[in-house]
T-cell receptor, first 115, second 116 residues
Framework: ETGVTQTPRHLVMGMTNKKSLKCEQHLGHNAMYWYKQSAKKPLELMFVYSLEERVENNSVPSRFSPECPNSSHLFLHLHTLQPEDSALYLC??????????????FGNGTRLTVT | AQKITQTQPGMFVQEKEAVTLDCTYDTSDQSYGLFWYKQPSSGEMIFLIY??????QNATEGRYSLNFQKARKSANLVISASQLGDSAMYFCAMRGLQGGSEKLVFGKGTKLTVNP
C-alpha cells in the first residue's frame, strides 16, 4: 500500500461522543499535517508534526486533540464537538516541514458530520 | 501575510480543448513555492505541479503547465487537451516561510467542468 491512507472515510457522531480519525503514510515522510475543509472556505491548517513533534497548533479548539506516535501515523481525537465542526478532515505528509519546495501529499479525507 | 486568490469559482471547457485556471498570490517572502492540486468529488487532494520562485522556466507535467509570471505574482494552471476526468476542483497553493514553519496556504478553488 502506498500514499496516505485515512480512516474512516465517513463518520457521523453526536456532540457527546468521542471518536478518533486515523492517518497513515507510506511515503517515508518526516512531516504530517491535519487540515480542515469546510464548504466554501479555503483549507485550514490545524496541526503540523515534524519528526513526531508538534511544531504548529493553529489556534484549534481543545476539543480536537492530535497524536503522532511515530512518523508514519497521525491521529485526531475528537470529543464534545459542535455541529459547525462538520467538515472534511484531510491528512497530509511531506518530506520536510521547513522547505518551500516540498509538496504535501494528501489522503482521501474523513467526511465528519456532527449531529 | 500570504494570500492566494482564485477569481474563477467555476469554469467550463469542451473536451479536448485547453483551459487556463487563474491564480494570483501575495507574499513578502523572497523564496516560495507554488503548487496546484486537483480534488475530485472523492475528496482526495492530488498534487499536480510545482513551481519554485527562483525557477526561470515554467513547470510542466504532462498535460499540465504552470504559466508563472513573477512580476505579476500570477501562477496560472494550463490544462491542455481536456478530458472528462479532469472535471474537479482545482486549488492553487503557496508555501513560504511563516514564523519558521513552511505553511501551505490554499486559495478557495475553481470548479472545472469538462463537457463532452
Amino acid at each position: 500500500e502506498t500514499g496516505v491512507t485515512q480512516t474512516p472515510r465517513h463518520l457521523v457522531m453526536g456532540m457527546t461522543n468521542k471518536k478518533s480519525l486515523k492517518c497513515e503514510q507510506h511515503l517515508g515522510h518526516n512531516a504530517m499535517y491535519w487540515y480542515k475543509q469546510s464548504a466554501k472556505k479555503p483549507l485550514e491548517l490545524m496541526f503540523v508534526y515534524s519528526l513526531e513533534e508538534r511544531v504548529e497548533n493553529n489556534s484549534v479548539p481543545s476539543r480536537f486533540s492530535p497524536e503522532c506516535p511515530n512518523s508514519s501515523h497521525l491521529f485526531l481525537h475528537l470529543h464534545t464537538l459542535q455541529p459547525e465542526d462538520s467538515a472534511l478532515y484531510l491528512c497530509a505528509s511531506s518530506q520536510e516541514n521547513d522547505r518551500a519546495d516540498s509538496p504535501l501529499h494528501f489522503g482521501n479525507g474523513t467526511r465528519l458530520t456532527v449531529t | 501575510a500570504q494570500k492566494i486568490t482564485q477569481t474563477q469559482p467555476g469554469m467550463f471547457v469542451q473536451e479536448k480543448e485547453a483551459v487556463t485556471l487563474d491564480c494570483t498570490y501575495d507574499t513578502s517572502d523572497q523564496s516560495y513555492g507554488l503548487f496546484w492540486y486537483k480534488q475530485p468529488s472523492s475528496g482526495e487532494m492530488i498534487f499536480l505541479i510545482y513551481q519554485g520562485s527562483y525557477d526561470e522556466q515554467n513547470a510542466t507535467e504532462g498535460r499540465y503547465s504552470l504559466n508563472f509570471q513573477k512580476a505579476r505574482k500570477s501562477a496560472n494552471l494550463v490544462i491542455s487537451a481536456s478530458q472528462l476526468g479532469d472535471s474537479a476542483m482545482y486549488f492553487c497553493a503557496m508555501r513560504g516561510l511563516q514564523g519558521g514553519s513552511e505553511k501551505l496556504v490554499f486559495g478557495k478553488g475553481t470548479k472545472l467542468t469538462v463537457n463532452p
